[in-house]
């Protein structure tokens, strides 16, 4: 009888160990699969984030090509830079981008059309603004204004309101400064605001805007206009510079 008692305890025993050697299988293997979902979990999550993070940065592209702000070099054609604008080439003058000094096509038709309309209407609006006006300057011309600034000034003061030669948008042809009826170029306030909210109306844009000194070059002119045609208005609308707009090299001479 004892006999039999020992055996029926090892038998009990054995069947114990058993169950348990079971029950930390089936728990090791639950830890297992916890971790392969939480790790499957942690990857999806980091593959969605990629995905969304790719989708803003492909639209903060879009956004920024749709507003005209896409960098591309000017072209040479041997007179003068240009770049492709929406509606045709655009001429690119700067301290960057100078014009050969055989350019010399005076006023462009078109461009002074415009202008005379505008001047006409800021006249008929009672602003004190001349007849007089300064547009195209030859390679020549500009070379005797520049040095007798710079022969004023310094060349380094010179530089900040005045072009070299070959550096003057004047040259092109498509380039304006209003005077006014005392014989000064155009800085009252109340019409060089109206010539700022308005001259793109006309195919124009101040050039030489507030603030944009390390952008264009040159200090703030509020007096000279630049001639663009059709896509005037939306240059006007970005608050942009030429350069900035069209995403081409601007600021101070190379050397």
Not at 117 to 123: I, R, S, T, V
Request: aromatic share 12%; net charge negative.
């Amino acid at each position: 009888m004892k006999q039999r008692y020992w055996i029926l305890l090892g038998i009990s025993l054995i069947t114990l160990a058993a169950c348990g050697n079971s029950q930390e299988k089936q728990t090791s293997e639950s830890n297992s699969q916890s971790s392969q979902t939480l790790a499957s979990s942690n990857s999806s999550q980091e593959v969605a984030s990629s995905s969304t993070q790719a989708e803003a940065d492909t639209s903060s592209s879009s956004e920024a090509s749709q507003a005209g702000q896409v960098s591309q070099d000017a072209a040479y054609n041997g007179s003068y830079y240009y770049v492709e604008g929406k509606y045709g080439p655009v001429i690119i003058v700067n301290k960057k981008h100078p014009l050969a000094s055989s350019y010399a096509p005076g006023e462009d038709p078109t461009a002074l059309a415009s202008f005379l309309e505008l001047l006409a209407n800021m006249q008929a609006q009672g602003f004190a603004v001349s007849n007089q006006y300064s547009g195209f300057r030859s390679y020549e011309t500009q070379a005797s204004l520049y040095q007798n600034y710079v022969n004023q000034d310094g060349q380094a003061n010179a530089d900040r309101y005045s072009a070299r030669p070959g550096y003057s948008e004047h040259q092109t042809g498509l380039a304006f400064d209003l005077i006014d009826t005392a014989g000064n170029l155009l800085t009252e306030p109340t019409a060089c605001q109206w010539l700022a909210q308005h001259a793109h109306e006309y195919g124009f844009v101040v050039r030489y805007l507030e603030g944009k000194e390390a952008s264009t070059g040159y200090m703030p002119e509020s007096w000279h206009i630049r001639y663009v045609g059709q896509e005037a208005t939306e240059i006007y609308q970005s608050g942009l510079t030429l350069e900035e707009y069209y995403g081409v090299e601007g600021g101070d001479y190379a050397q």
